[in-house]
């Protein structure tokens, strides 16, 4: 069984290369090569370290506007973040930007290249599990297991947010197995990560594709975080965190009970400190005009007039938001309409209701 490691790496500052440089030396007691798939460009002391280095050149993050005038195979089981505040709940399924299509990506690429390579299993990691004597044995011993049974694949089944999901840290699976379920194409554009993933996340597409495998090998978490534990406590993010990935629900909400009911809102669930400033336009009004500081918890939100939201429901009429999010020096703005066209996709997008 000609097996590689599939490395996945973003270490795009000092700390992060710190962190895939001593994953990597970790990895070599492992006597397997190493393929790292790379989103940012690295140095030739870690391009020495490797076997193979493949560079996704194109680190595709989308904004939740991309999404907006798709139809959008969500459901209420979909992944999404809810937080109650003010005697409301608001709920989003999207977030203001997602880098799921990037790391989807890093698995299409780096598989397939594996098997130009002459490659027939991988094993999955990314660059900040830095694993100790313990799990390497853990690992060796369950490569050879796959080997010596024949096994399609091993991995962690998970439950996140109450969806069933594969913990990607480690996996080994079958090269064709995989390239049967995903194909070639990567994702280049909303529409592509719609039809590759059915807006899942990568946990759940992961797991979409391994339990359906006939030959497998599972632990529990229970087992994986008594083996793993020291791993995944030292698996924090690297650097900055970005709120916009997640922890901030904010945009025009409908009411899940009253399509006719529509709120702007903010919850800052981020330990970032946010400077929004939010406009809305109706024709050539300012409806709302709002711009504060918001803390971690703090929140807001306000009515939308309903008669305006009326004539959008039955005109050929829009409302224009624009959303100011300024923290650490940085500005990203999301500006999209609403209209007759988009509304039952942002309806599934974000909602709320009163508690």
């Known amino acids: 069984m000609k097996t590689c490691i599939v490395l996945f790496s973003h270490a795009d500052n000092e700390e992060k290369k710190e962190k895939l440089y001593k994953t990597i030396i970790s990895l070599r007691d492992l006597e397997l090569p190493?393929?790292?798939?790379?989103?940012?460009?690295?140095?030739?002391?870690?391009?020495?370290?490797?076997?193979?280095?493949?560079?996704?050149?194109?680190?595709?993050?989308?904004?939740?506007?991309?999404?907006?005038?798709?139809?959008?195979?969500?459901?209420?089981a979909n992944f999404n973040r809810q937080f109650f505040f003010g005697g409301?709940?608001?709920?989003?399924?999207?977030?203001?930007?997602?880098?799921?299509?990037?790391?989807?990506n890093h698995y299409i690429q780096s598989v397939n290249y594996a098997k130009i390579l002459g490659y027939e299993y991988v094993m999955i990691t990314e660059y900040d599990y830095i694993f100790n004597q313990k799990s390497k044995n853990f690992i060796n011993a369950?490569?050879?297991?796959?080997?010596?049974?024949?096994?399609?694949?091993?991995?962690?089944p998970c439950n996140i947010s109450g969806i069933e999901s594969a913990?990607?840290?480690?996996?080994?699976?079958?090269?064709?197995?995989?390239?049967?379920?995903?194909?070639?194409?990567?994702?280049?554009?909303?529409?592509?990560?719609?039809?590759?993933?059915?807006?899942?996340?990568?946990?759940e597409w992961l797991y979409d594709f391994l339990r359906y495998l006939e030959k497998k090998e599972t632990i529990s978490m229970e087992e994986y975080s008594e083996i793993?534990?020291?791993v995944v406590s030292d698996?924090?993010?690297?650097?900055?965190?970005?709120?916009m990935f997640s922890q901030l629900n904010s945009g025009v909400y409908i009411n899940r009970y009253d399509e006719k009911k529509w709120i702007y809102s903010v919850y800052n669930f981020t330990n970032k400190q946010l400077d929004i400033h939010i406009q809305i336009k109706f024709k050539d009004d300012i409806i709302v005009d709002d711009r504060r500081i918001y803390l971690y918890k703090n929140w807001f939100y306000i009515d939308i007039p309903e008669n305006i939201v009326n004539?959008?429901?039955?005109?050929?009429?829009?409302?224009?938001?624009?959303?100011?999010?300024?923290?650490?020096?940085?500005?990203?703005?999301?500006?999209?309409l609403i209209n007759n066209q988009n509304l039952k996709t942002h309806k599934k997008c974000k909602w709320y209701f009163n508690t």
Not at 88 to 104: D, F, G, N
Not at 172 to 188: A, D, H, L, M, Q
Not at 235 to 243: H, K
């Open 34 to 76: 190493i393929l790292l798939s790379t989103s940012s460009e690295i140095e030739q002391t870690i391009m020495d370290c490797v076997d193979y280095v493949i560079y996704n050149k194109e680190n595709i993050i989308l904004s939740e506007t991309d999404f907006y005038n798709l139809d959008l195979p969500i459901t209420e």
């Open 88 to 104: 409301i709940s608001t709920r989003s399924y999207i977030t203001k930007k997602t880098y799921q299509p990037a790391v989807i």
């Open 142 to 156: 369950i490569y050879k297991r796959v080997e010596k049974n024949n096994l399609d694949c091993f991995f962690i």
């Open 167 to 203: 913990y990607p840290i480690p996996s080994i699976f079958s090269v064709n197995k995989f390239i049967e379920y995903s194909g070639s194409r990567i994702i280049k554009n909303p529409l592509d990560y719609v039809r590759i993933t059915k807006f899942k996340i990568a946990e």
């Open 228 to 230: 793993f534990q020291e």
């Open 235 to 243: 698996s924090v993010d690297a650097g900055d965190f970005n709120p």
């Open 311 to 336: 004539k959008i429901m039955l005109n050929d009429e829009k409302l224009h938001v624009i959303e100011r999010i300024r923290y650490d020096s940085k500005e990203e703005v999301f500006d999209y």
